[in-house]
């Protein structure tokens, strides 16, 4: 295990690459030292944020990921590689900071890598649990497949576990062991799908329409719902039609093979995803017998044409933000959201049964 | 400040989406169109509120202002505008699509038929843009324009609104320039338009750590164990300015630092700190807690301004390295006004939670730097144990920062490590700017977005604004009739005249180094 200690002037300022070899028993220490002496430079901390990867790869693009999420989220990150290949059980770590400019002043957060070799049970909760800066929240993103058995304590101790469904190879047996874990948290954390977090900007354009008492009927008249989406994105595609039919209070109704909704008042609605090259969700229509609500996302990406057309409404367009795709930016976004998602939930249940075909 | 969701029908989709009332589609017609405060806050906040996506849908911006230029020239000043001011870089799909949403009307305000012009052309865009017959009116224009716009905007039948929909106006500071005009003012507006569509534009309570305060107040339970007579020795709030007049001498001179600062912005920051938890967060709820601050205020009158008031110009002197000059030297100042520049004055709530607690409050021009913010200075320690070693301890202090570096902080004692006891102040610092890398959203784009959605929280009512003008006039009154004595002078470039500091330290205290 490298022992090498930090010189002063060597401020470890990011590059990407996961900073400067400590021993695991001194790393409070070295990061103590890291900051004295450091001129201008201010440590801040607003939550700590672990990320847990099973990839050697992706230790320089989390790296590169916490840099950017710094300069909106001050944080502690504690960057977890699991080599869970390796033939003998063993920890290594690394020690960096990330610093940008705010107002004349350099903001830093710190950064702590561990590679963690072998299948230790235990290895992954207990450099958690010895890094975390006190009484802030702690946000665990798991980047891996979830395996069983779980560590409950360590779970307990999240307050948003963050997971992006669109990766799962196995979405239908991912989601009941993600239930699993939120319930080891008495209800305290918070299950942050980076998949619903994308939908968000989605699904605001599709309420705005509804905002105008005029418009409001038609949501009780619609008959018929269609989305666009890429080859890797139809449990987005999913969660977002989840999420119609729960507010809508829309049941599943399936027969014979053939899948529609049913509304409170016993009508049928028919959905259709139909799978297009591209990125994500590119378009969603929710049509009624006289009007349709359209949100197509511009050529750009970075924008959805919102269009009404028909019915007793004024035929109306309008651009709107669509936010970023890259996945920096669906962080930042779940970061700032804060609260927890009640609905997400409540959407999987309703789409569940449509996860593994 | 925290809001619910608007009492209009609910929207299932927006369930989880927005904690904040959702805005409706509207016309948003401003008079003054081609002024200051449209190009450098209004179009840049109303740009970025439709970058975030939180305009409504068909939102459509008509200017009004004597100046004779199509709709294409007003995008275009406007574009040039945008792209200077906005705090979010424009795109330009995106500027395109809301500049499509702007147009502009050309009318003296004055000229009656300019009225029934617009109400035609308000008609059109509400079937052409969907707009839907809801319309927000702002005054974005001196308040001697306010009585003829608001008198044609009656007789043209703007005011009323249409089955289904309504019709707001938003009326910029000063409300008035004492009380019968106060009185008068919203008078005139309440013949066009009920209180509840009236939204008077204070922006300082469109600030992040203005709406924090109630936030630190109510939701941290440490705070308010302590926030009363029993714990705070004294509260000082601080506007302070380095600017001189910066050619607004001909409002400045007839207005002053009490009726520009203190009667509107400074009388605000007063009674969130001071108030009582409101029942809940209705707009009402929170305004009838402030106004019974602003009743408990006791009035200064007669030979008390001498006590309790001190008004002040600024003389010549030194500011972030330039010469200056005196306040009457000034273009367009007369060189017998008697305007104060300056007031440090101590306000007392007369009430259970702060009897006997001064609060101080100092607005100035040509200081030596520009801050705003509210310090709260508590009781200090029993003079026992520590004060036996001739240790000077400081109180407590907690700091909210309004403006610039928008924060909190709070002082407290520590030893100094060593082996003798030394106690200092340390000081506990919350940056929003560090902690929360994220540009804030300008007041105005809260207060416009607000406006739109019908939430009144963060606007001045008529009985605030009226009660605000009560305590101010009072001192006025004296002042004018001699019994305050002659303005005092103090240099640029200074904290102010030595009379302020007497004022504080009558109490044992000591302004804040800001």
């Known amino acids: 295990m490298s022992t090498e200690s930090i010189p002063h002037s060597e401020f470890p300022i990011s590059n990407f690459s996961a900073g400067l070899p400590v021993e695991v028993g001194r790393i409070e220490k070295e990061l103590g030292r890291l900051w004295e002496n450091t001129g201008d430079k201010t440590r801040a901390s607003l939550i700590n944020l672990a990320i847990y990867t099973e990839a050697s790869e992706n230790v320089a693009k989390n790296t590169e990921l916490i840099s950017q999420i710094a300069t909106e989220h001050a944080c502690r990150a504690i960057l977890i590689y699991a080599n869970r290949t390796a033939p003998e059980i063993g920890v290594k770590a690394w020690i960096n900071a990330h610093c940008h400019a705010v107002n004349k002043k350099e903001i830093c957060s710190e950064q702590i890598t561990f590679q963690l070799d072998g299948k230790s049970p235990t290895a992954f909760a207990n450099v958690v649990f010895a890094h975390l800066d006190s009484d802030l929240p702690f946000c665990l993103w798991w980047q891996a497949p979830f395996h069983e058995p779980h560590d409950s304590k360590l779970w307990s101790w999240v307050d948003r576990l963050i997971f992006d469904s669109n990766k799962w190879d196995d979405p239908a047996g991912q989601f009941p062991i993600v239930r699993q874990i939120a319930a080891f948290g008495d209800v305290r954390t918070v299950l942050c799908d980076l998949n619903w977090t994308r939908l968000l900007s989605l699904r605001s354009a599709l309420a705005q329409f509804f905002d105008h008492s005029n418009a409001l009927p038609c949501l009780g008249n619609i008959q018929a719902v269609e989305i666009v989406h890429a080859p890797g994105a139809r449990v987005s595609a999913l969660l977002l039609l989840g999420w119609l039919a729960n507010q809508l209070g829309w049941q599943l109704d399936s027969v014979l093979g053939r899948h529609s909704f049913r509304s409170a008042d016993r009508r049928e609605v028919t959905f259709r995803l139909i799978e297009e090259t591209g990125a994500g969700i590119s378009s969603c229509r929710l049509m009624t017998k006289l009007s349709k609500f359209s949100v197509d996302r511009a050529s750009g990406g970075e924008f959805f044409h919102a269009t009404a057309t028909g019915g007793p409404l004024d035929s109306f367009s309008q651009i709107l933000p669509a936010g970023r795709q890259r996945i920096a930016d669906i962080l930042l976004k779940e970061l700032s959201r804060g609260g927890s998602h009640p609905l997400y939930l409540q959407s999987l249940a309703i789409i569940e049964p449509l996860l593994a075909e | ?121 308000l008609d059109e865009l509400d079937s052409q843009r969907g707009t839907r017959g809801n319309r927000l009116f702002y005054l974005s224009v001196g308040p001697d324009q306010f009585p003829v716009i608001l008198e044609n905007l009656r007789k043209s039948g703007l005011n009323e609104s249409k089955p289904g929909s309504w019709t707001r106006v938003i009326v910029e500071k000063p409300f008035g320039t004492d009380l019968p005009s106060a009185i008068e003012l919203n008078n005139i507006v309440h013949e066009a338009f009920h209180e509840k569509d009236t939204f008077r534009i204070d922006h300082y309570l469109g600030k992040e750590t203005a709406q924090n305060i109630m936030v630190l107040r109510f939701a941290n339970s440490i705070f308010e164990q302590v926030w009363n007579a029993r714990y705070v ?8 300015e380095p600017l001189g007049v910066e ?32 029942t809940d967060l209705t707009a009402d709820a929170i305004r009838d807690e402030k106004v019974k601050v602003l009743r408990s205020l006791r009035k200064i009158t007669g030979k008390d301004v001498a006590k309790y008031t001190v008004r002040a110009q600024y003389a010549a002197g030194s500011v972030n390295g330039k010469e200056v000059v005196g306040y009457l030297d000034e273009q367009n100042v007369p060189k017998d006004s008697q305007t104060e520049t300056f007031v440090a004055l101590e306000a007392n709530v007369d009430n259970w939670r702060w009897a006997g607690v001064p609060f101080f409050v100092r607005v100035g021009k040509r200081l030596p730097k520009g801050a705003t913010e509210i310090a709260l200075h508590f009781k200090g320690v029993p003079p026992v144990l520590f004060h036996q070693t001739e240790q000077v301890i400081d109180d407590n202090v907690l700091v909210i920062r309004i403006q610039p570096d928008e924060g909190i902080s709070l002082r407290m004692s520590a030893k100094l490590p060593g082996s003798s006891l030394r106690i200092e102040p340390v000081k506990m610092d919350f940056h929003y700017g560090t902690s929360f890398g994220k540009a804030t959203p300008e007041a105005y784009e809260r207060l416009l977005l607000d406006a739109m959605a019908g939430d009144a ?38 904290w102010g005249p030595d009379e302020a500091d007497a004022l504080v330290k009558r109490h044992g205290a000591n302004w804040r180094r800001l």
């Open chain 2, 457 to 494: 929280t963060l606007f001045a009512r008529r009985d605030e604004v009226e009660e605000a003008w009560k305590f101010v006039d009072a001192i006025k009154e004296a002042w004018d009739s001699g019994q305050g004595g002659p303005v005092v002078k103090y240099d640029s470039g200074t």
């Open chain 2, 247 to 278: 050619g607004r001498a001909g409002y400045y001179d007839k207005s002053g630092a009490m009726r520009d600062m203190v009667q509107n912005h400074l009388l605000q920051l007063l009674t969130l700190t001071a108030m009582e938890p409101p």
């Open chain 2, 1 to 121: 400040m925290l809001h619910m969701p608007s009492d209009a029908p609910n929207n299932p989709l927006r369930e989880g989406l927005l904690s904040r009332s959702v805005p409706e589609p509207c016309t948003l017609v401003i008079f003054g169109a081609t002024g200051d405060l449209n190009h450098r806050k209004l179009i840049p906040a109303l740009y970025n509120l439709a970058a975030d996506g939180n305009l409504p849908p068909s939102i459509t911006v008509v200017g009004f202002a004597r100046r004779e230029k199509t709709d294409a020239q007003f995008r275009s000043e406007l574009e040039t505008a945008a792209r200077k001011f906005s705090r979010q870089k424009i795109n330009d799909e995106l500027w395109a699509n809301f500049a499509g949403s702007i147009f502009y009307h050309q009318s003296e305000f004055t000229n009656f038929e300019g009225f029934e012009t617009l109400a035609k052309r």
């Open chain 2, 233 to 240: 020795h004294h509260v000082q709030i601080t506007a302070s």
